[in-house]
């Protein structure tokens, strides 16, 4: 986890099935286009504008976010540098791998922010403290 970069991260391009009269359909599969598989979906909406998500880092969970309505900021960290993503596309993933700390907001009114996760919900994966966090990443 301490090696994990925001270089480790990125965005990937869904393939999407469009079709002029009935809309876009896109896929994301296990062995196809994701980058893992997915254990587990969890999305965030309702979400009031101001407010921040995230703040946190996960040790070995893989998510993948995607804005499958409206938009909003993922801001990732590494402990050495930060990158921020603008998500507004239904058929754009980004890919966070684990020991990044990340940070959502500016969500748009209707916004739904959909995750893809590799595990379940293991409370004890998580990292919510920014500075045990930057301890983490200069552990041996
Ligand atoms: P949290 O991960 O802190 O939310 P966010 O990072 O989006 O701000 O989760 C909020 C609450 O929901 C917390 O009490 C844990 C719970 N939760 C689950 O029970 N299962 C889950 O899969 C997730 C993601 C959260």
């Known amino acids: 986890m301490k090696q994990t970069t925001l270089n480790d991260c990125r965005l990937i391009e ?4 469009g079709h002029q009269r009935r809309g876009n359909l ?3 599969e296990n062995g196809y286009n994701m980058p893992f598989d997915v254990k587990r979906v969890y999305y ?9 998500r995230g703040g946190h880092s ?3 969970l893989h998510e993948m976010i995607v804005a499958v309505s409206g938009s909003f900021t993922v801001t990732l ?6 990158r921020s993503y603008m998500l507004n596309r ?3 993933g980004l890919h966070i791998v684990p020991g990044i700390w990340r940070t959502l907001d500016d969500f748009s009114s209707g916004a739904v922010c959909l995750v893809l ?7 004890a994966d998580y990292i919510r403290l920014y500075e045990d966090f930057l301890e983490s990443k200069s552990e041996n």
């Open 90 to 92: 239904s058929n754009k």
């Open 117 to 123: 996760a590799s595990d379940k919900y293991i409370e």
């Open 14 to 17: 869904l393939d999407t099935i």
């Open 44 to 52: 965030l909406y309702d979400v009031p504008g101001g407010e921040s």
């Open 77 to 82: 960290d590494d402990g050495k540098e930060k």
């Open 26 to 28: 896109t896929v994301c």
């Open 58 to 60: 996960h040790r070995e």
